[in-house]
């Protein structure tokens, strides 16, 4: 051969080597199978922000996944009702839902941790206790005998104390009061003498309106609004110590969970942290305006709760805590973990956000 058709030769399958490469790498090394999920709800469809941000998740993870996990989202009542939505997951009939976990306390009451509880944790608070201070590994632990995995998606910050027919001028105005108030929120105010009645959201008008409850929280002014509760009762309360930072979760059948590969539970969990961020970021700009709407036009009275009321509520929420304890070993681990993060992140809050913000507002007058 001569030397001329040797380099042209070499040329040739060099460059068709490069194509070959090329095609190789270009092409995925394994075909990812299509994944579908059924989604349950706790929520109204469409309802702002607790069922918007349950549909805006959904739509994410299919969105961030190309459209190769397709959630299937199903409000209350289209697949099961609210409060169906754990069993329907931990079973396997569903593969996910969002909800709010302190619906589940009636199974073992550390679940309410994890939506909230009593002088519990704002939304950086139990941030922080998840995500550092081992609350997702007890959140495993507990979800994990129930055959779920959850995850953080979505929050709505200090709620609102609630709505009321009367004024509550003591700890006394409490008892006897029919109050719809979920988790150990409720379990409080049965302690001081009022009657908790758990109902979910699409529920809570019709009880109000016809007195078969005298009070309830639902969640802040944005949703109260919405709810229309200021029709059948004019006092709104504040702040709420059952709910100073209500996490929402998507909860997945654990088995299914396992079942995924690293990387999509990389994109579920990517999708619910970034749900948590915006839900809260929602609230807080919405929540002011529909505040000033309600009693600029609807004549609603806001009140602060007493000191002699919060005082009630601290001693009370003790003995709830105490009753949760004596459950077993794992809700007192898991009440533990939670006082040693309020504590710490607590005393640092103390001096950095409250701090500052008490100083701004005191300057600009706000």
Not at 45 to 57: E, S
Not at 136 to 164: H, I, P, S, Y
Request: aromatic share 12%.
């Amino acid at each position: 051969m001569k030397r001329r058709d040797l380099l042209k030769n070499s040329a040739t399958g060099a460059v068709a080597g490069v194509a070959s490469a090329g095609a190789i790498l270009s092409a995925p090394a394994v075909a990812r199978e299509r994944i579908e999920i059924n989604m349950v709800s706790t929520w109204p469809k469409d309802f702002p922000g607790l069922g918007t941000g349950a549909q805006r998740f959904a739509k994410r993870l299919s969105g961030i996944s190309d459209g190769r996990i397709q959630v299937n989202y199903f409000s209350a009542g289209e697949r099961v009702g609210a409060f169906d939505s754990f069993d329907e997951v931990a079973s396997g009939n569903a593969q996910m839902y969002h909800g709010a976990e302190y619906y589940w306390k009636g199974k073992h009451p550390g679940f309410a941790y994890f939506t909230t509880v009593p002088f519990g944790l704002t939304y950086t608070e139990i941030n922080a206790w998840i995500r550092f201070g081992g609350g997702q590994e007890l959140w495993d632990k507990l979800a994990g005998e129930f055959g779920v995995k959850g995850l953080m998606c979505g929050n709505t910050g200090v709620q609102m104390g609630g709505w009321f027919r009367k004024e509550m001028n003591s700890a006394d105005d409490f008892k006897g009061l029919k109050m719809r108030m979920p988790g150990l929120g409720g379990d409080v105010i049965a302690k001081m003498g009022a009657s908790p009645v758990s109902l979910p959201g699409g529920q809570i008008y019709e009880n109000l309106v016809s007195g078969a409850i005298d009070a309830t929280e639902w969640v802040g002014p944005w949703n109260d609004e919405i709810f229309k509760f200021y029709e059948a009762a004019k006092f709104y309360y504040y702040p709420g110590m059952h709910e100073p930072g209500a996490m929402l979760a998507v909860g997945t059948n654990k088995a299914f969970w396992d079942g995924l590969s690293t990387s999509d539970q990389l994109l579920v969990e990517a999708a619910t942290a970034m749900e948590n961020d915006v839900m809260m970021s929602e609230y807080n700009w919405k929540n002011g305006d529909a505040l000033n709407r309600l009693m600029s036009e609807q004549g609603v009275k806001l009140r602060e709760f007493s000191d002699d009321i919060y005082d009630a509520f601290g001693e009370a929420s003790e003995e709830v805590f105490e009753d949760v304890q004596d459950h077993s070993p794992l809700a007192k681990e898991i009440h533990e973990s939670f006082v040693n993060a309020r504590s710490k992140v607590g005393a640092w809050a103390k001096i950095s956000d409250q701090a500052y913000v008490s100083q701004r507002n005191r300057v600009l007058g706000l």
